[in-house]
Every structure is written in structure tokens, then in C-alpha cells.
Nanobody
Framework: QVQLVESGGGLVQAGGSLRLSCAAS????????MGWYRQAPGKQREWVAR???????NYADSVKGRFTISRDNAKNTVDLQMNSLRPEDTAVYYC??????????WGQGTQVTVSS
């Protein structure tokens, strides 16, 4: 079973940057689809970005051009670089993994707060 641990959240002013990191404990990391999701207070969890085992990336329209997802298969990590942050980016950010058998695992989440 994959285990995921996020880090890097915090408080930042609008226009600032943060980098989130997710460490995965698995021997098959390079085969796993990784993604980031977020959930704001009172809202449903929404997809933010994904990166395939072949490092193809996709982004939600709301973050396209501002966020960058990347992975390091040697370190079993996936990062989310967030630039030009807005107050509406405030949320708990979750790392997610999907293995080749379709099994999904979530991290515990990390809080990102963007002040105006």
C-alpha cells in the first residue's frame, strides 16, 4: 500500500509563491499516476494537476500558467510549484496516487492560505 506525506504548505501573501512536496513510500513510484487536489472550506474537493508515469502533465484551468507539477522518480516525490497565488487558492491541498491497478491513495493534506 502506497503511503503519501505532503509538506510545504503555509501562509503567503497574494502574488507570492509556495512549493508543495509529496513523498511516496512505494517501490513502484515510477509507474504511478500522481496528482494534486484541493478543498476549500465549504466546497468539494477539486482536481488541480496531474502527472503521468511518463511525466505528461495536465492542469485545471484555474491554475494553468501559475502552477507546475513535477516528479522525481529517484526520490519518489512529486512537487507542486505555485506562483502568483491568489486568495481563492486558499485550501487544503492533497496529494493523490493511482497505481496501474487503479488503487487510489490520499495524503493527509497540507494547508495553503493566501492573504489578500
Amino acid at each position: 500500500q502506497v503511503q503519501l506525506v505532503e509538506s510545504g504548505g503555509g501562509l503567503v501573501q497574494a502574488g507570492g509563491s509556495l512549493r508543495l512536496s509529496c513523498a511516496a513510500s512505494t517501490s513502484i513510484f515510477r509507474s504511478i499516476l500522481m496528482g494534486w487536489y484541493r478543498q476549500a472550506p465549504g466546497k468539494q474537493r477539486e482536481w488541480v494537476a496531474r502527472i503521468t508515469s511518463g511525466s505528461r502533465t495536465n492542469y485545471a484551468d484555474s491554475v494553468k500558467g501559475r502552477f507546475t507539477i513535477s516528479r522525481d522518480n529517484a526520490k519518489n516525490t512529486v512537487d507542486l510549484q505555485m506562483n502568483s497565488l491568489r486568495p481563492e487558492d486558499t485550501a487544503v491541498y492533497y496529494c493523490n496516487s493511482n497505481d496501474p491497478l487503479g488503487r487510489s491513495v490520499w495524503g493527509q493534506g497540507t494547508q495553503v492560505t493566501v492573504s489578500s
